[in-house]
């Protein structure tokens, strides 16, 4: 199961409740792989294997990616053919709009819309 940040920014922690200290924040969109459940929190892991807990209230299930690799091209369509329209560095959230075979549909924050190639990217 796969949530994403819902909120501008919330906390990671150590553990399921807020007496526990805050790991690091992440941003709108991040996307996290649940592994556990504690009452109204999640354990999660992301795309480094961190793992930590967020308040379940915080997070949706709008699918995001984030980028893996040190820089991702973004392409025109589907294709290593395709022409290149733009370029996403590592850590860069996307929001996903499609998906084929090996390739995903994302949407830059600044706007930019087009194909990553999927071994680039985590999430959805």
Do not use: C
């Amino acid at each position: 199961e796969m949530v994403s940040v819902a909120r501008p920014e919330i906390n990671m922690r150590a553990g399921a409740g807020t007496q526990h200290p805050t790991l690091w924040s992440l941003s709108q969109g991040y996307p996290l792989q649940v592994t556990g459940r504690s009452g109204s929190w999640l354990k999660v892991r992301d795309f480094e294997n961190d793992t930590g807990w967020v308040y379940r209230p915080l997070v949706n299930t709008t699918p995001h990616h984030i980028v893996k690799s040190k820089v991702a091209n973004i392409r025109s369509t589907p294709s290593t053919r395709s022409r290149v329209l733009g370029k996403a560095e590592r850590g860069e959230v996307l929001r996903t709009l499609d998906r084929r075979a090996d390739w995903v549909k994302v949407q830059q924050e600044g706007g930019l819309r087009g194909w990553v190639s999927k071994p680039l990217l985590w999430g959805w």
